[in-house]
């Protein structure tokens, strides 16, 4: 049998416009109504996922870029996932939901005690996809931190709900009706906390979980946000190519980071997958060729994704010219260029339409040759193929499919994969009572 493996779901784009630009649209779900979600997350829940992740950002972006953002709802609207995640729990009954906190919006007070609560309204099926992004401490009214010190604060952040979450002891709730007493302070901790960002109080007036705490999940791939996972967090969402080789080496950066803090085998890592699946080898050989000659519509659109995340305008720029660094600004993160140069990260006279093109161009899952990405194409057989071979060579815990929540995308991800997934041993078929920490502690 193949090694089995956790999937779960990472709603790319957030608490937004579902649908947008595509023909399914007119599907006619109201996005600002929890329905569509709600929907999607039972056909999640119906294929043996152990977690959806809500991506999130605070910021519509700045006034000079705004439309960027907005003109085709790639970077905004977006609603806050914390405050949707309780109609996705009552819409499910084992999927852990996971929206995205950036530690700057949050006191860990508030924190601690808002996921305490959503923890025990759930049965232990609650999380945090912890983030770092300092774009929006303007809208927070706080100073912008640089990249380490933002990880820093994360630290301070997790560090003190974790203490407030551990401030009743096991004694503490004792709910005896013979006596009439319900709790007992001596057994609950007061907790003094004076950490680098923040100092407060405790003790935390929720009472303790029967379980494992709410997930701590975490994307940062940096050294130093590996190094915040190996500390922290229960599960990494982990970005890279979908090789046996480069699962092997993220894998085993991520095991050293945590042997580095003493918690030998406390994450799993789960890998973000995009796969496009097609009904036959042929079909998916002609996607691949075609994918290659892009069209005009088609590189504005990829320029108008890339303006919107680089906050830059690309749309204005001739396709036909080298794409010089100096239209982006010092709020550019580097990163961003780096990841929209992509392979033409060495040749500064490579032309904008040559590098739009490239993402464009999708890969057979069968491309067995070098380093084959996260977006390909397949069919179910052959994207099954890859995945069991990910797990029985890297030995991957498993796999995050990234896409919007419209319930057509969840369709053409799942509807072949998972019966292949299922009858190869892959995916399982039922779950456990554990809560999402169990979930991804069953195997
Ligand atoms: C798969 C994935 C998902 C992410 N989701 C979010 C998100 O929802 N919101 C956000 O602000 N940042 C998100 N990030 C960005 C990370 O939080 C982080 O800021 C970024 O990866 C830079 O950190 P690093 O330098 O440690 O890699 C995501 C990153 C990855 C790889």
Known sequence: MAKQQHLGWFLSRGFGPQGWGRP???????????????????????????????????????????????????????????????????????????????????????????????????????????????????????????????????????????????????????????????????????????????????????????????????????????????????????????????????????????AAHGREDALRTLFVMKPRIVASAEEADRVVAASAHPGEEQLKAIALGWSSDAETDLTVLDLDRPLDDVVFGEHVSRGTVAGLRGRYAEEPDAPLRRILAQHARLCRVTDGTGRRGTEFVGTAEEVADLIEELGDDAGNDGLILSGDLHPVTVHRMLDELVPVLRRRGILRREYGDGGVAGNLRDF
């Open 24 to 258: 399914d649209w007119d599907w006619g779900y109201d996005w600002r109504r929890p329905d569509l979600y709600q929907q999607s997350v039972r056909q999640l829940e119906q294929a043996g996922l152990d977690l959806l992740i809500i991506e999130d950002a605070l910021s519509a972006g700045n006034p000079a870029t705004l439309d960027l953002r907005v003109r085709t709802a790639y970077g905004a609207p977006k609603h806050d996932p914390v405050v949707l995640t309780p109609y996705l729990l009552d819409a499910t009954r084992h999927l852990g939901i996971v929206p995205t906190v950036n530690v700057g919006s949050y006191l860990p007070y508030v924190a601690a005690r808002q996921f305490a609560s959503l923890h025990h309204l759930s049965d232990h099926r609650v999380g945090i996809n912890v983030v770092t992004d300092v774009g929006s401490a303007t809208h927070l009214g706080q100073e912008r931190l640089s990249h380490d010190a933002a990880y820093d604060r994360a630290d301070d952040w997790v560090t003190g709900i974790r203490e407030l979450w551990h401030s009743w002891s096991d004694g503490a709730l004792v709910a005896d009706p013979a006596t009439g007493r319900y709790a007992d302070a001596s057994q609950i901790d007061a907790v003094r906390h004076r950490g680098s960002h923040f100092s407060f109080d405790g003790p935390l007036n929720a009472v303790p979980f029967d379980g494992a705490d709410p997930l701590i999940v975490s994307p940062g791939g940096s050294p130093r946000g590996l190094d915040f996972a190996g500390r922290h967090s229960d599960v990494q969402l982990a970005l890279t190519s979908l090789d046996v080789d480069s699962i092997r080496a993220y894998r085993e950066r991520v095991r050293t980071a945590s």
